[in-house]
């Protein structure tokens, strides 16, 4: 089997050097600062006297964990793939390719696949600490798996959102922005919609149902995320008002997962824009 | 092997190039010369299938580009005139992603990678990082690249430009070995010396269209057919212009910073009548003589004559 050579490329330099193992670094350090952080706000690491171990605890620490790196994945993937054409550009290096037979949807292909594989080893890295609410019970196998799909499904929606407005876009810099607000729109700006329209719609009298949710929010990822750690998360908390936010009633039965939806939409939006990234990348259409 | 049927490439309301066409046999070294701007490098891009053109019709080896836009890439080696390299790949690696990008199988291309640094001099430096080398060792890095599918065009947009002299010979030795191999090859160039050294054709573009197209000796003999004189002249030359003007023998003439330049159609003895009514006159003359007619001036006459007709 031939091995695409821009991801036996890429790979081969973005290990290479001190950046990769600096951001593997820094990113489990958060994610470990914001698990110590967690326990101590909650009483959980005095060493002194007796202290009753409270198990909710630990499953919310892994939904706190949990949105933190999604957090961190809407954050960390614009930088890694803005720069994925347009820097080749800027390097002078695009027409070297380009004036070569190789299909310009392997190179954008590559390009998402290794951004998708430096994000799945930051993920993969972070199971450790993950895993740490084994110890506690209250979280299983499916929850972690689940969890881990949703992410890669993510981060390819987001990666290729970022390839997209690479190809587009001459800058670097120019292709970062607006990836960032793309995502803006998609998780603050869609809600901003859906308010705005009970507001002046219903005049909040009511609160929106399942189907009505969906219409509005189908593209944003805290609306899938929210049935994903529906298991594992409590009414009373930022993570069962997530969760009621993608059902619309927290105990709600619905007839399709949030989840499903949502990565249903980004994996047909990035074969949507990974199409038009390899169009727009030919030079003679 | 290539043959370009009224080109056009126009931006906006800039015609870039303008119904250029040339035909290039197989194993002929074509130099394309021109000033910057005249329509080289886009000419050239259209010919990589890095850009449209806005009409007009390029067949590289039997294949019309425009139809088949990505199987013809096989027959081509394109060298840009600005290139980038990734600096934080290794000499071997470098040439490795691009034998993979061609579909080179992996387990040919040591050998062929091997060949191809020693054919550009740069064996000893296999193991290095391409950010250690220097220019030209990038420029002979960049033709090994292109040369990596054993294309049957190789298309350098000025190869030499940007290096040192010693740099610029290293090239010259190399696309002289590549001429010794039999490829076919279009290569642009300010270097006119070399270019006439190595190329079997000339084609001059000036303002995105064909001057003159032929045979080294072809465009010599075209521009010697009109000699040119050279006269040097202290201080204002109006006088020296007004002079020249007025003599029958003394077509188009070109005024430089301490010098003119004139086409001159006539004997010795007419020559030596203008320089004797220069004295006459009180034109202090520095010096007068025939200039030899090569490539360059050949160059330098037929930019300035279009220059003067527009």
């Known amino acids: 089997m031939k091995i695409n050579p821009v991801i036996e490329k890429e790979l081969k330099t973005t290990m290479r050097g001190w950046r990769a193992p600096l951001l593997i670094l820094f990113y489990l350090g958060f994610l470990l600062l914001v698990m110590y952080l967690y326990f101590l706000a909650n009483d959980q690491l005095s060493t002194f006297g007796y202290q009753q171990f409270n198990p909710r605890v630990a499953i919310n620490a892994f939904n706190t964990l949990a949105l933190f790196q999604l957090f961190l994945l809407l954050f960390i993937t614009p930088i890694l793939t803005g720069g994925a054409i347009s820097g080749e550009r800027e390097r002078q290096t695009l027409d070297l390719l380009l004036c070569t037979s190789f299909p310009t949807y392997k190179v954008i292909l590559g390009k998402i696949f290794v951004s998708i594989a430096h994000i799945l080893l930051l993920i993969t890295a972070s199971l450790p600490i993950m895993g740490i609410v084994f110890m506690f019970g209250g979280v299983d196998i499916p929850n972690l798996i689940l969890l881990f799909v949703f992410y890669v499904i993510t981060a390819l929606m987001l990666g290729s959102l970022g390839i997209f407005y690479s190809t587009i876009f001459k800058k670097t810099i120019v292709a970062i922005v607006m990836t960032y607000l793309t995502i803006g729109f998609l998780t603050i700006g869609t809600y901003i919609i859906m308010a705005l329209y009970f507001f002046f719609f219903h005049r909040f009298d009511a609160s929106p149902n399942f189907y009505q949710l969906t219409g509005f929010l189908f593209a944003n990822p805290f609306f899938g995320f929210g049935t994903v750690i529906e298991n594992t998360a409590t009414n009373n908390s930022i993570f069962g008002a997530l969760v009621s936010l993608a059902k619309g009633d927290f105990s709600a039965n619905v007839p399709v997962k949030s989840w499903m939806i949502n990565l249903g939409f980004d994996v047909l939006f990035s074969a949507l824009l990974i199409s038009i990234s390899a169009w727009k990348l030919k030079p003679v259409k | ?310």
Not at chain 2, 115 to 141: A, C, H, I, P
Not at chain 2, 191 to 201: D, G, K, Q, V
Not at chain 2, 291 to 303: G, Q
């Open chain 2, 1 to 310: 092997m290539l043959k370009i049927d009224n080109l056009v490439k126009v931006y906006g309301r800039f015609r870039a190039v303008d119904n250029l066409s040339l035909e290039i046999g197989k194993g002929e070294i074509y130099g394309f010369v021109g000033a910057n701007g005249a329509g080289k490098t886009t000419t050239m891009k259209i010919i990589a299938g890095l850009l449209k053109p806005t009409s007009g019709s390029v067949v590289v080896a039997g294949v019309d580009i425009l139809k088949y836009p990505v199987s013809f890439k096989n027959k081509i080696g394109y060298m840009p005139d600005f290139f980038g390299v990734y600096d934080d790949l290794k000499v071997t690696e470098y040439l490795d992603f691009y034998s993979g990008v061609y579909g080179i199988e992996k387990s040919q291309r040591p050998k062929l990678i091997d060949e191809l640094l020693e054919l550009v001099n740069l064996t000893d430096k296999k193991d290095f990082y391409v950010d250690d080398l220097s220019r030209g060792m990038k420029q002979r890095l960049c033709l090994a690249r292109s040369l990596i599918h054993n294309p049957e065009l190789l298309i350098l947009d000025e190869p030499a430009s940007g290096l040192d002299p010693k740099a610029r010979v290293e090239m010259k030795e190399v696309l002289k070995e590549l001429r010794d191999l039999g490829k076919t090859i279009i290569i642009s160039s300010h270097i006119l010396p070399e270019l006439a050294e190595l190329c079997t054709s000339i084609g001059i573009i000036e303002k995105g269209k064909m001057i003159v197209s032929g045979t080294v000796e072809e465009i010599m003999k075209k521009t010697a057919q009109k000699k040119i004189i050279r006269m040097k002249v202290l201080g204002e030359m109006e006088s020296a212009v007004k002079l020249l003007k007025e003599q029958p023998s003394i077509g188009n003439i070109d005024v430089h910073n301490d010098y003119l330049e004139a086409d001159f159609n006539g004997t010795n003895e007419a020559m030596a009548e203008i320089l004797k009514a220069a004295i006459k006159n009180d034109i202090p003359v520095v010096s007068f003589a025939e200039v030899d007619v090569n490539l360059e001036s050949a160059f330098m006459h037929l930019i300035g004559g279009t220059e003067n007709e527009n």
